[in-house]
């Protein structure tokens, strides 16, 4: 009776070995990551550390364009709450430009092919 049992049971159990479902998980890791990090999730009992590894790109390339955004407004914020500082600033950066433009007058040296042609 229990070997009925539990004969019923492996027929009703369809389900995959935990073998076969780290392979299927590892090979979408690798090829498909999105679908790979939520069969990690569902499927696979490994330890937090790791989980928090292998998610850990996907944490990064969500967060890399919030921190660029913050960074933007928190400029613009400051450009607009303090008008004046910006523009002194803008002054500063054109005088240091105007002075890098001036063309201050060099020696002119001959060069010896020169000096080869006028001999």
Aim: overall charge positive.
């Amino acid at each position: 009776m229990v070997k009925k049992v539990k004969e019923i049971e492996t027929i009703n159990n369809n389900e995959l070995s935990y073998d076969t479902k780290t392979l299927i998980t590892v090979i979408t890791l690798v090829t498909i990551y999105p679908v790979g990090l939520i069969l990690m999730f569902v499927w696979m009992k490994w330890g937090k550390w790791i989980k928090f590894l292998v998610a850990l790109p996907l944490f990064l390339i969500l967060l890399i364009p919030l921190f660029v955004v913050l960074g933007v407004l928190t400029v613009v914020f400051r450009i607009m709450s303090h008008p004046e500082d910006s523009i002194k600033t803008f002054e500063v950066i054109r005088e240091e430009v105007r002075k890098e433009m001036v063309i201050s007058p060099t020696e002119v040296v001959a060069s010896p092919t020169i000096r080869m042609v006028r001999k």
